[in-house]
């Protein structure tokens, strides 16, 4: 029999992170969400109106009936159809077994048809698009932790391996439950930690910390040019996890490679929040972050202009640091980079279902009695979006196939968590996802109200297809908010690998052929793009240098005013 086509754990922690983000730890309790009120919706009105149930559980009654006459003729070379769609990309039934044996071919549709008839539940039920979208979530989670894969007797590559290694696979995965169940709250581990250290492997391209206050350190990164150009770039990180996403590990870092393409670089590493710096706002997040490193780095290099490159959240902070300075007379900020960034938050994607105004009503209450939303108790609920990716492919991989879990840069660093001070969140998710008050003009930060349309500096927007946090179509309406000239990509790969994108033989992007008028909408968009084999980072790096100004001779690191305080990483990368 032929052998079952495993993912390597590359490709294993590749399909993860295009499901992880910053965003991914922010909501602490699934059934905050009202999942659980929005199931019981669904099953009361099955009891109201019989007539629909009984026709779920009519066909799922000949489905049923059918599995065996199929399995039994497929073994015997027929070729009946299916009684439910069998999509051959589920990669949780690639064991060879699930076709060839008739015992597991069985179990898998009986599974299917059930899976089905729950779904047809949930479709028939006449409740509100925002209580069927929980409802649906929930009975997806449930159907995916149902899965035959999950259970040692019906995973046919589990049992082959305790065959194989005459039962040493279920002691390795016997051991790795226990040490879950003890040390990691239940839940399957996502990555090998042990190899990683930061600012050895992680964190790792040469800097120096020049600035340090209460909220943030300042990275000035060495240069690796004998020239470079006049404009420094600020990276502008997300808060909601560490800076470092920015610059991951050697050739995996998009910092590196801007400083290996004449860059001078700084980057904010933001400290992790304590109770006791629960009151702090978004305000403090701009005028102590990315305003004071402008201000810090302008008299380390003395640079008239300097560009920011902001990332998800960080990329939304950049923006409004862009139009806060445009409008106050300030044109320091020579061109904006934003990655992965929603600047209109009316489409939000599957981050949508925990965001609705009584879900943030209850994180609310809970952050005020707790100063912080803590990072531990808040790591899971984004696993749910993606179950079979970031926890029962791991319950069947470290727990069935007693496997050690995968070692992967990504997955190390989203497992370095850090808490969201409770005024700063609240007014976050409030005002960013409930009223979507940036895109309509009406947010106020620091006294102003920001005015996108101000941002008249040349920007690079870059999304990618696959994320679920930023969805790319919402991430283009940037190109209207905005009043200057614009470059939008599409990236391979998601929220998080869609960033981490260094050149090689997988990645590809799309650009229109033109960037002087940009269409309406991203379906018309994408309609006329080119798509390009190679990384996006290639193509920024192109585009940046038109716009960075003349080369010349590397600036020193840190100033009288601004000394150097540490090596780099810093100090608040490892709190």
């Given at each position: 029999m032929a052998q079952e086509q495993v993912p390597s754990p590359r490709e294993v922690g590749e399909r993860a992170a295009d499901v992880l983000a910053p965003e991914s730890s922010q909501f602490e309790d699934p059934d905050a969400a009202g999942f659980g009120e929005a199931l019981s919706q669904v099953l009361r009105f099955g009891v109201a109106h019989p007539s629909a149930s009984a026709q779920v559980a009519v066909r799922l009654a000949a489905d049923l009936a059918r599995v065996p006459v199929v399995t039994m003729d497929s073994w015997l070379g027929g070729n009946v159809a299916?009684?439910?769609?069998?999509?051959?990309?589920?990669?949780?039934?690639?064991?060879?077994?699930?076709?060839?044996?008739?015992?597991?071919?069985?179990?898998?549709?009986?599974?299917?048809?059930?899976?089905?008839?729950?779904?047809?539940?949930?479709?028939?039920?006449?409740?509100?698009?925002?209580?069927?979208?929980?409802?649906?979530?929930?009975?997806?989670?449930?159907?995916?932790?149902?899965?035959?894969?999950n259970f040692l007797p019906t995973n046919p590559a589990a049992l082959r391996r305790a065959f194989e290694t005459a039962g040493m696979s279920l002691l390795r995965g016997a051991r790795n439950f226990t040490d879950d169940l003890l040390n990691n709250e239940g839940r399957p581990r996502q990555v090998d930690m042990r190899p990683f250290e930061v600012g050895r492997n992680l964190a790792a391209t040469p800097a120096k910390v020049v600035y340090r206050n209460d909220l943030m350190e300042l990275l000035q990164y060495e240069a690796q040019t004998p020239r470079v150009h006049a404009s420094p770039l600020l990276c502008s990180p997300p808060w909601i996890n560490k800076y470092y996403v920015m610059d991951l590990a050697p050739g995996r870092s998009f910092i590196e490679w801007a400083v290996q393409h004449g860059r001078t670089v700084f980057a904010i590493s933001y400290r992790n929040a304590s109770k006791e710096r629960s009151g702090v706002t978004m305000d403090d997040y701009l005028v102590h972050g990315p305003h004071t490193a402008l201000d810090v780095i302008q008299d380390v290099t003395g640079a008239e202009t300097i560009d920011i490159a902001g990332l998800c959240l960080g990329g939304a902070l950049t923006a409004i640091t862009s139009a806060y300075l445009t409008q106050s007379g300030d044109s320091r900020i020579g061109t904006v980079t934003l990655f992965n960034t929603m600047l209109d938050y009316a489409e939000p994607g599957a981050l949508g279902l925990f965001t609705d105004r009584a879900t943030v009503d209850k994180l609310e209450r809970k952050m005020q009695r707790e100063g912080v939303l803590e990072g531990a108790s808040m790591a899971g609920t984004f696993d749910v979006l993606r179950a079979?990716?970031?926890?029962?492919?791991?319950?069947?991989?470290?727990?069935?196939?007693?496997?050690?879990?995968?070692?992967?840069?990504?997955?190390?660093?989203?497992?370095?968590?850090?808490?969201?001070?409770?005024?700063?969140?609240?007014?976050?998710?409030?005002?960013?996802?409930?009223?979507?008050?940036?895109a309509a003009g009406t947010l106020e930060i620091a006294g102003k109200a920001i005015d996108l349309g101000a941002i008249k500096a040349p920007a690079y927007v870059v999304s990618a297809v696959n994320d679920h946090i930023v969805p790319w179509e919402s991430s283009y309406k940037t190109t209207g908010l905005v009043s200057g000239p614009v470059r939008f990509v599409l990236s391979s790969g998601g929220h998080i690998a869609g960033i981490v994108n260094p050149p090689g033989p997988k990645a590809w992007y799309q650009v229109a052929p033109t960037d002087d008028a940009l269409p309406a909408t991203a379906a018309e968009w994408r309609s006329a793009a080119e798509r390009i084999s190679g990384s996006w980072w290639e193509d920024w790096a192109s585009w940046s240098k038109e716009h960075a100004g003349p080369m010349q001779d590397p600036p020193g690191t840190g100033s009288v005013r601004h000394p150097v305080l540490g090596d780099g990483p810093g100090t608040y990368v490892r709190t």
């Open positions: 299916p009684p439910v769609p069998v999509d051959p990309r589920d990669r949780r039934f690639a064991d060879p077994a699930w076709t060839g044996n008739p015992f597991f071919a069985g179990v898998r549709l009986s599974y299917l048809a059930a899976c089905r008839a729950a779904r047809d539940l949930v479709g028939a039920a006449e409740l509100d698009e925002g209580t069927t979208r929980k409802a649906a979530m929930a009975t997806e989670l449930m159907l995916d932790a149902l899965a035959p894969t079979n990716d970031l926890i029962f492919n791991y319950v069947v991989s470290n727990w069935l196939m007693g496997e050690d879990p995968p070692v992967f840069d990504i997955l190390a660093w989203n497992a370095d968590g850090t808490r969201m001070p409770a005024a700063m969140h609240s007014f976050y998710l409030r005002n960013f996802y409930v009223e979507n008050k940036l």
